[in-house]
């Protein structure tokens, strides 16, 4: 797998990353599509072999088929996680017996994939490097870096210097960039070069073993995720590919007369515990791929920039038990919030500032889950009581249900990706914002900026398919526009007054023309205009009502493959007749105009009127991180 750099004279990129991990393959994918030039290396000879990272949560297989990469995903036949089950010591005898089970991703949480996606981290690692190389990216292997300088006066363009050196010794590069990422784990090289200090909530109190292998075993829940908890200590049980089960197997607490933080044992030891805690069922290991110990920690770094030139993401910034399956998932979302913040800025059309809403979107996320790891990881790895063994039976929602059990439960919207929420800024509107107007913010919508935008089902009128609303535009750098047009016969104005005053000079929309919009190909469904919007428009209709050419202005008609029915009911809506409107909380006759992040976060919501007002409203927002000014207001930067 090792490649060498290619013999060139050019030695200024637009990125450096560094590392090949979760973090730094989902930045590099996203810059490369959109057509950065990226010095990408790993200091290992070949993607992860085996074990580490496993667990793909719903939101984040949300992203993965926005990027168009969940079906290389599933061809690998992933296990998928619906259900956990919980075991505990009986109330008399020995043992354990199952004391109920819970949805992974309950039904309250309006998920396209109610389930967790189990599959190796290596073999996730090598979907992303094909889709590199087919966008020209080969990662540099085994390369490292040796330091780094960012002077932003010394050189505007291109401020920071990087030295790379192969891991051997035989060769060097100094190479100049426009930006560096450290992506390469808890012990990040970056990371120490710039002084940032990692801040520990608690002293470690619990060492654990991890084992992926084949088994076999007359324990009935073994194809299920499971808490096990015994007198002789606790199991995580996790199903994965190819008859494979990953084991979290507690081996030593600070309650030990022998307990040191960085106790290890051998692959037997931790078999034998293993063998203990299940007791009275059986369990014998055909073959061991993997094995590893590991303290329990929760950590974040002081600081993810200095100078927004220089990066950090995934576990450079925040390490944490694996046992809630949210390290790859929060590397993911680290790496996409940078990387459309970068395009933006890079393309021109955002101020650089927007680069500072970087670090405190994403720390605040890892302190939430840091939170939530602490105080799950004690209650793990507490012996229980048996005297406090409730049912925990789905459905079941007991006021007596053990702290553990509890915390489970409250925690499943954040840890399946779709209770991640970013606070008010710039991006995500606020009664603060500068955008002020009696159209922005309906009282009635359901919908929070800085939130996900939620999901729907619609009809697309061109073909008649029923498509996932969400989905619809895939991760393409661009800002989408949801106008949800409500009745055609009540807003035909309104719809017109949209598309006249987009059209003004100087209007958000407008102001970001593409320079080759008159050589752009009648085909072109997502950015026939420009390349910072997407538009969609959503009719509280019967596809067999919407005529496109009749119902809508010439500029909104040119997004004919984006024009939709919302015709579909909806088991949440059952009596609506605009189900997704009435999921959005938008008058189903008078609709309204949702703006919506290149990540799928809600960045505002405006009532659609006719007149000027609902664009004067989009001009303030887009005005207050925008480069140039818009709509006759000052740029707020």
Known sequence: MESQPSRQTETHYDIVIVGAGPVGLMLSTCLARWGYKIKHIDNRAEPTPTGRADGIQPRSLD????????????AHKPARVYEVAFWDPPKSGEGIVRTGTWASCPNFIDARYPFTTLLHQGLIERVFIADLKK?????????????FTSDEKADPEYPVTVDLEHVDGTAKETIRAKYLFG???????????????VKHKDPISYVWGVMDGVVKTDFPDIKMKCTIHSQHGSIMVIPREDNMVRLYIQIASSTDPDFHPRKTATTEEVQASAKRILAPYSIEWER???????????GISDKYTLDHRVFLGG?????????????????????QNLAWKIHAVEAGFASRDILKTYEPERKDVAETLLSFDNKYAKLFSQKPDASTVKSATSGQQSAEENEFIKTFKE???????????????????????PAQSHVVHPTSTRLVPGRLFINADVTRVVDANVVHLEQEIPLNGSFRLFIFAGKPSVTAQALKDLAINMSRKGSFYQAYTRPDVDTVSYHERYNPHSLFYSVCTVFAAPRSSVEISRDLPPLLARYKDNVYADDKWDRRFPDAKAAAHAKMGLDEEKGGVVVVRPDGYVGIVVALEEGSATVDALNQYFGSFCTKKLGGTSAQL
């Not at 992203?63 to 599933?74: C, D, E, T, V, Y």
């Not at 576990?315 to 790496?335: E, I, R, V, Y």
């Not at 710039?426 to 009664?431: H, R």
């Open 63 to 74: 992203l993965l088929r926005n990027m168009g990469l969940k079906s290389a995903i599933m």
């Open 135 to 147: 966008n020209g990216v080969e990662i540099q292997r085994p390369w490292t870096i040796k330091g």
């Open 183 to 197: 992506g390469e784990g808890g012990k990040s090289f970056v990371r120490d070069q710039l002084k940032i200090e």
């Open 288 to 298: 061991v791929e993997w094995y590893s110990v590991y303290p329990i920690g929760q």
């Open 315 to 335: 576990d450079a910034c925040h390490t944490h038990s694996p046992k809630a399956g949210q390290g790859m998932n929060t590397a993911f979302l680290d790496a």
């Open 411 to 433: 925690a499943c919207e954040f840890t399946s990706g779709y209770g991640v929420f970013y606070k008010a800024n710039a991006l995500n509107w606020s009664p603060e914002h």
